[in-house]
């Protein structure tokens, strides 16, 4: 098997509904916005789980052991790139605004969405719109914090 290079190759999408986050059918991606046609190169960030430890070492023991806790994530936003005129995501993305994000990776970003490609799946709440910090040779950008609602669906599917 292959390295799969990933530049190019990951496609975010905003979804107003979702019935089921473990198949998520072809209407209802068609019904989104596919937002990472203007996102920042490093836009799609902190979507990733952070596994808690739950200690099960005894007074006794003289090695620490632990099993899985609560997962969570930590930092998820999503960073895009101001467009002039009339931005959809700037206009679409408002505070308290609920939906879903829908990741799909190793796969060209502009290749439609087709049954059984595998996605990942995020029940999210939007904060508030934050702008970064002008600096020199950039476009202006801003961020979206994105607060989960409930557990992410990680090896959902199209349906």
Known sequence: MAD????????VDWLPAVANMNAVTQAEI????????????DGLVGF???TADVPT???????DTSVNGRR??????LRFK?????????????????GF?????????VTAHVAAQPIQVYHVMCGETAW????????????????????????AVVA
């Open 30 to 41: 068609a019904a989104g916005i596919r937002v990472s046609q203007w996102m920042t190169a």
């Open 48 to 50: 990733r789980p952070e």
């Open 132 to 155: 970064m910090d002008p600096e020199p040779n950039t476009v202006e950008r801003f961020e979206i914090p994105m607060k989960m609602q409930s557990a992410p669906a990680l090896r």
């Open 82 to 98: 101001k467009q002039s005129g009339s931005d959809i995501v700037y206009g679409t993305l408002l505070p308290d605004v609920v």
């Open 101 to 109: 994000v829908v990741v799909r990776r190793s796969l060209d970003a």
């Open 72 to 77: 969570s994530f930590s930092g998820t936003l």
């Open 57 to 63: 070492s005894g007074i006794e023991s003289t090695f």
């Open 4 to 11: 799969i290079p990933g530049d190019g190759k990951v496609r």
